[in-house]
């Protein structure tokens, strides 16, 4: 089980953090990413990070603003969304798969996702 917190309300420029935790079931190490979805769009790779931590991925649209990473509890992620813009409004989708990849097809667990809205 995946569960995301940490959504809401932003004004454009500045900062909100994700977080998401994951529990029961799903064994070995795995990688965790996060995927977005805004209304009318396919859902779309955001950012991931390897169970050591030491191997992330970003799309173009967030690198240099979001920062992911692991928690010292292995199972549990967080993504520092850094000066937001309007178009990162989405529902945010916390995944979990075998290793750090871009497709969501390569991730075998999802949560249930949390809303950011980011104002102008």
């Known amino acids: 089980q995946l569960v995301e917190s940490g959504g809401g309300l932003v004004q454009a420029g500045g900062s909100l953090r994700l977080a998401c935790t994951a529990s029961?079931?799903?064994?070995?190490?795995?990688?965790m990413g996060w995927f977005r979805q805004a209304p009318g769009k396919e859902r779309e790779f955001v950012a991931a990070?390897?169970?050591?931590?030491?191997?992330?991925s970003y799309s173009d649209s967030v690198k240099g603003r979001f920062i992911i990473s692991r928690g010292y509890a292995r199972n549990t992620m967080y993504l520092q969304m850094n000066s937001v813009k309007p178009e990162d409004t989405a529902v945010y989708y916390c995944?979990?798969?075998?290793?750090?990849?871009?497709?969501?097809?390569?991730?075998?667990?999802w949560g249930q996702g949390t809303q950011v809205t980011v104002s102008s």
């Open positions: 990070v390897s169970w050591s931590g030491d191997s992330t």
């Open positions: 995944a979990v798969g075998a290793s750090v990849a871009t497709k969501a097809t390569m991730y075998n667990y």
């Open positions: 029961g079931g799903i064994k070995d190490s795995y990688a």
